[in-house]
């Protein structure tokens, strides 16, 4: 049973726009959601995280964006940058237990 | 430098060989975790050892042996694996099972000939 499902599987954008990858999840006990960030031949690596008594949280050019009602949280990325290309991955856990990871995105940014 | 180490970073073996691959925390970190990572799949937690114990198996196969010496080193023991265990092996770790920071090391690509 796949608890975070993650979509698109990839995503190209151009330059100065904006990449925006969502993410679902089942377990309404969820109370942390962060997202990761992999470049090829690294391991995954914490972007940024949000929990869900807040509605959005921003660092720098990233922003979660939370719908709790929905069961939904999405990242945006601003001002996209070939620096960003890489897999993201969002992660649900609730309570002491461990992240539950969805299936990522590989994000392509055109020069 | 990430603080989590793995080695080999690339390794190649028969289906009748034995091999392991190793992971070091310089973190101080208690917990550590075993995933693997399939291509288009999500991240599959295989082990956890918090303080040295093993809190978790994730109904992976036997021919997936796991070792926590201490809390700075974990090993996966391989034997007779399939091709469909060829995966990227991460190692990560947290300050305890309930941490919500994972750091990861970069892995080791593992093919299965």
């Known amino acids: 049973q796949q608890q975070v499902k ?4 990839s995503l190209i954008v151009q330059k100065g726009g904006i990449s925006i990858i969502n993410c679902a999840y089942e377990n ?3 109370d942390y959601f962060p997202w990761y960030q992999q470049f090829p031949g690294k391991g995954p690596a914490l972007l940024i995280a949000i ?6 949280k921003k660092e720098g050019r990233f922003t979660i964006s939370f719908n709790k009602s929905a069961k939904q949280f999405s990242l945006h990325i601003m001002d996209s940058q070939p620096g960003d290309s890489a897999t ?3 992660a649900a856990a609730y309570s002491a237990r461990q992240l539950t990871f969805g299936s990522g995105t590989q994000l392509t940014v055109l020069p | 430098e990430t603080g989590v180490t793995q080695t ?6 028969g289906m009748t060989n034995k091999k392991s691959l190793k992971c070091e925390q310089h973190l101080g970190h208690n917990a550590m975790y075993w995933y693997k990572q399939s291509a288009k799949k999500p991240l599959e937690l295989m082990f956890v050892y918090n303080f040295k114990e093993q809190t978790e198996n994730n109904s992976v196969p036997s021919r997936f042996s796991p070792e926590c010496p201490n809390s700075s080193h974990l090993f996966l023991h391989l034997h007779t ?3 469909e265990d ?5 190692c990560a770790s947290s300050q305890d ?4 920071s994972y750091t990861f090391g970069s892995g080791t690509r593992l093919t299965v000939v």
């Not at chain 1, 993650?6 to 599987?9: C, F, I, R, V």
């Not at chain 1, 929990?51 to 959005?56: A, F, I, Q, Y």
């Not at chain 2, 060829?86 to 991460?90: C, E, F, H, R």
């Open chain 1, 6 to 9: 993650q979509s698109p599987q």
């Open chain 2, 8 to 13: 080999p970073r690339h390794l190649v073996m």
């Open chain 1, 88 to 90: 993201y991955f969002c």
């Open chain 2, 81 to 83: 694996l399939q091709p």
């Open chain 1, 51 to 56: 929990r869900p008594d807040v509605s959005e």
């Open chain 2, 86 to 90: 060829s995966a990227l092996y991460l």
């Open chain 1, 28 to 30: 309404t006990a969820f």
């Open chain 2, 97 to 100: 099972e309930g941490g919500r």
